[in-house]
């Protein structure tokens, strides 16, 4: 008998969580795929399938008069740069629908599936009265007849986010802040009516409330609209206590319930990424903001040169630090702030390093950009979780590893690799993780999560989505800042090593971390078969 493809002598890991075996295997994100049909950096981690749309934000719908008000709710929440929305977009559709279609006849290397965002959705119902207000009766109605166009087309979901992190450029709530819970309400109502359509909710403040009043009632109100409209509803667990505690609570009570409700967990934690490539703490500082503003040569020279250097080490070390919003750049922790060499725990932080050079730690920072000519990255956790924190929110059964936010915030964190330091760090490192979990954890439970049944497994009459890696050697690399965005504006980019292939929809797609040149992805609609490759 011949096969359209054959991986030999194999160690077969198949997603249901079942021991490894030695087997041969026979086989008969938001803006970013219309510059980029790889879907990179998910693409060179093993992921052939991602879920876009996430937190609220989407490209539809959107008029065609108002499709500033779209890029207003991403460009600063998001950090997506106008410029290279406005160079790598041709806007074609105006409703949700008709965008699935572009989407759908884009190349594509890897698969995506596609939310509705609640912030376009109010912009498209509301047009500029988005950002101010609540909605009229008229206006909801409106959100809710084309939020059901977009599910009978194939959406997957719906996403909002309550986030006081979300804020346009202009620092205003982006749209879905403004909105009253009522509005929310009605809108997961549609999905109920759909069947099978997730709800993603990004950050509920209330639920961090330090009155625990407020957070006991909030949670009710979540468990309440998952009981009552039978949908599948989902948030991020990536933050300190007491909101993680209140967050796992709230799982382990909706459940029982009889509600369908799962977080999403992160393998390493969300730290920013800092560099003078891209940012820095001390960029708002007057004496800083006028030298950042040089070419890189010049800020290189000025470096080198010692009063400038007096001067901007002076203003940082004496400086005081304002709040951040989002991914923004954090005031400095120089406790938390590593100095990434391998991307590993064992990452130096730049207060060890100023203890053991006997420096303060703004001069370490000068000194590695000196020495790295500007390169050195560093990193800081927004949110401080120590590993066994993260091991206990992975462990609930009611969490998905499934926290990358790949493809926003391109140049402030890099998160693609999320699942590859899962089975470096969590699988190899610490062996907290067998790999028949870890593999579990990253296929089938995410896909299973997110109404995807043809897919997640190696088992006869699924789709062909295979990674060939070896588990000895898999492990991210450190980010590189690029500049390869539509009008040369700047991301992070970050690959892997120890990926053999990856085989999606039954066609070799990389080998070796190199693109093949096979572009067999899909637009997986929701309740619709989502292409070939049996």
């Not at 509600?259 to 800083?288: E, Y």
């Not at 089975?423 to 870890?438: C, D, M, N, Q």
């Not at 588990?471 to 700047?490: F, K, N, S």
């Amino acid at each position: 008998m011949t096969h359209d493809l054959v991986i030999r002598n194999g160690t077969v890991v198949d997603g249901t969580g079942a021991e490894a075996r030695s087997a041969d295997v026979t086989i008969d994100m938001d803006a970013q795929f219309f510059w980029d049909p790889l879907g990179s950096s998910s693409c060179w981690h093993g992921v052939t399938s991602v879920v876009m749309g996430n937190c609220g934000f989407t490209l539809a719908p959107a008029r065609a008069s108002e499709r500033h008000l779209v890029v207003r709710n991403l460009e600063r929440a998001e950090d997506m740069s106008p410029e290279a929305l406005a160079a790598g977009i041709a806007w074609s559709w105006e409703s949700f629908p008709d965008f699935l279609d572009t989407l759908d006849a884009l190349p594509k290397a890897i698969n995506v599936a596609a939310n509705v965002g609640h912030s376009a959705l109010r912009t498209w119902a509301m047009g500029e009265r988005a950002f101010d207000g609540p909605a009229s009766d008229d206006e909801v109605t409106a959100m809710e007849q084309e939020l059901a166009r977009a599910l009978r087309a194939g959406a997957i979901g719906f996403t909002t986010s309550r986030s006081r992190n979300h804020q346009t450029s202009d620092d205003r709530p982006v749209a879905s802040r403004v909105a009253d819970w009522s509005e929310v309400c009605r809108l997961v109502h549609v999905l109920g009516s759909s069947g099978g359509a997730v709800f993603e909710l990004a950050v509920e403040p209330a639920l961090g409330d330090p009155d625990p009043a407020v957070r006991a009632a909030a949670a009710s109100r979540l468990r309440d609209l998952a009981l009552s409209t039978g949908v599948p509803t989902t948030f991020g667990v990536a933050a300190p206590h007491p909101q993680t505690s209140t967050l796992l609570g709230l799982l382990d009570e909706a459940n029982a319930a009889g509600a369908r409700m799962f977080g999403q967990s992160h393998s390493r934690g969300i730290s920013v990424i800092m560099s003078f490539g891209t940012h820095l703490p001390f960029d708002p500082l007057p004496v800083w903001r006028e030298f950042r503003g040089q070419a890189a040569e010049a800020q290189l020279a000025g470096l080198r040169d010692p009063r400038t250097r007096a001067a901007l080490r002076d203003a940082a070390v004496h400086a005081t630090f304002g709040p951040s919003i989002g991914a923004e750049v954090p005031p400095p922790n120089y406790e938390r702030m590593r100095v990434l060499q391998d991307g590993g725990s064992s990452d130096p932080t730049v207060a060890e390093l100023a203890r053991r050079w006997g420096s303060h730690p703004v001069d370490v920072i000068l000194d590695l950009a000196v020495t790295t000519e500007l390169r050195q990255l560093l990193a800081q956790p927004l949110t401080p979780l120590e590993p066994d924190d993260l091991l206990a929110i992975m462990r609930h059964p009611h969490t998905v590893m499934t926290f990358s936010d790949s493809g926003a915030h391109v140049s402030q964190i890099s998160d693609a690799s999320i699942q590859t330091h899962l089975l470096a760090y969590w699988v190899r490192g610490r062996g907290a993780f067998t790999l028949p979990e870890a593999v579990r954890m990253i296929t089938s439970t995410p896909a299973a999560a997110w109404g995807l049944t043809d897919r997640g497994r190696l088992a006869e009459g699924l789709r062909a989505d295979v990674a060939v890696w070896d588990p000895a050697t898999v492990a991210p690399t450190l980010p590189e800042l690029v500049h390869d965005l539509p009008a040369g504006a700047p991301r992070l980019r970050q690959k892997a090593v120890g990926f053999r292939a990856s085989v999606v929809n039954g066609a070799v797609t990389f080998e070796d971390g190199e693109h093949t040149g096979a572009l067999e992805g899909r637009l997986l609609r929701a309740g619709r078969a989502s292409g070939p490759g049996r």
